[in-house]
């Protein structure tokens, strides 16, 4: 038998740090979508809106609204803030589910008759149809009597809409009434939004939004220590990994209770860890966290700092360069005067950074960076990025090109 044969079987890495991926352990955000689904159950009616800024688990969470609604029997329809939201949801989501529904057909099914398990066999005879032009409010009404014909129960829609930002406002001011005036039928409908907070915190200024604001707010911020300890070590002690006190106290705190980095960290200390085995599986001790932290400073450096500053103008970098050096959260005050800047030019910069989710104002008055370890990122390397244009080809060669084409 060769070595080769002996070799202990490397396991699957269960962390998945990209955005929006579904994590092996959704940790500390139960009772938020315990809310969503006992709005279903309720019959509908309840809009929420998730706040949070990037790497809280936003996406994440809209995720597992669709699945609460699948398991209840919902319909979910899941789409990302556009200027052409409406227009996609009414000419395309909306008809490919009801296509769906009605077996791919291009007439509608009038059902006659139903034997159910789940949509069962049904009998139907068809008719063509010449609707009027389709609204929202119509395509969601058509839907929802289309899916509870075919199933013969009473079923309702969860819209998500994700990124949610005040570029898409005529899209969102008309969901807003649609959802308002189906919502005073007894409709049976649940909408949930998620942006960063300032840019939902601008949607909500603006008038024709004025049903959202009564929305439930869920505000997504890092994750207790408990919930922190469950989503990072708990894929390790499935995996029959033990962790030393030590190493797990050290581990949690590298994530600053992100779940993001936690995604990012688990899955570099995973592949350190699985480096550096041979033969029986040793505990992961804090020589095993300290030997991950440098691929998890790379990554991240590509994933979040380098995305964070990409496109920022000059004058945000230097806003940036002077906000790095002082013991944050501070006074907005402070760097404007480091700059020395007027006050209306420093308030447009920060507001505009705040926009992008760069930093965020924790109090009136005060800063502070909104991304995890940005700070540090800008005192030590600036807040250049490497230049990611095409790789040029190889210089060319005179002498060679003679010889291969003498005529040239």
């Known amino acids: 038998m060769s070595t080769a044969d002996n070799a202990p079987t490397r396991q699957a890495n269960p962390f998945r740090p990209g955005f929006g991926r579904m994590p092996p ?38 995720s597992l609204a669709v699945d609460a609604a699948l398991e209840q029997g919902w319909l979910p329809l899941s789409t990302t803030a556009s200027s052409t939201l409406v227009e996609k949801l009414v000419h395309t989501e909306i008809p490919e589910m009801l296509r769906a529904l009605e ?19 049904i009998s139907t005879t068809r008719t063509k149809i010449h609707p009027s032009k389709p609204t929202l409010e119509s395509r969601l009404r058509e839907l929802v ?23 898409a406002l005529d899209d969102l001011a008309e969901i807003a009434a649609v959802t308002q005036t189906l919502t005073r039928d007894n409709f049976p409908i649940v909408f949930v939004g998620a942006g960063l907070p300032p840019n939902v915190h601008a949607l909500l200024e603006e008038p024709r939004t004025t049903f959202l604001r009564r929305a439930q707010s869920i505000e997504l911020g890092p994750l207790g220590l408990p919930d922190t300890r469950t989503a990072l070590l ?54 095993d966290v300290t030997t991950a932290i440098p691929r998890f400073r790379e990554h991240m450096r590509q994933q979040l700092h380098w995305t964070a500053l990409k496109g920022l103008t000059e004058r945000q970098s230097e806003y940036l360069t002077a906000a790095a050096e002082f013991d944050l959260p501070t006074e907005a005050r402070t760097v404007r005067e480091r700059l020395g800047w007027t006050e209306q030019t420093a308030n447009n910069t920060l507001t505009a950074l705040v926009s992008a ?35 040029h080809k190889p210089p060319r060669h005179s002498e060679i090109a003679k010889l291969l084409f003498p005529g040239s």
């Open 357 to 391: 989710g760069v930093m965020y104002r924790p109090q009136h008055g005060r800063l502070d960076f909104a991304v995890p370890y940005l700070q540090e990122h800008v005192r030590t390397e600036g807040t250049s990025i490497p230049d990611l244009a095409p790789i």
């Open 25 to 62: 352990i959704v940790a500390g955000r139960d009772i938020h979508i315990g809310r969503i689904t006992d709005a279903m159950v309720d019959g509908g009616g309840e809009h929420f809106l998730l706040r949070g800024h990037r790497g809280m688990g936003k996406t994440v969470l809209l």
């Open 234 to 287: 708990d894929p390790f002690y499935d995996a029959g990994r033990r962790v030393s006190e030590d190493a797990a106290d050290l581990a949690t705190q590298v994530t600053q209770a992100n779940p993001h980095l936690i995604q990012l960290f688990g899955r570099e200390l995973w592949d350190s860890v699985a480096e550096r085995e041979s033969g029986a599986a040793a505990p992961i001790d804090v020589d």
């Open 103 to 121: 077996g791919g057909k291009s007439e509608r099914a009038q059902v006659t008759g139903v034997q159910i398990a789940s949509v069962g066999q």
């Open 145 to 167: 009597d289309t899916a509870s014909a075919a199933t013969g129960r009473t079923t309702g829609v969860v819209l998500t809409v994700d990124e949610m930002h005040r570029q």
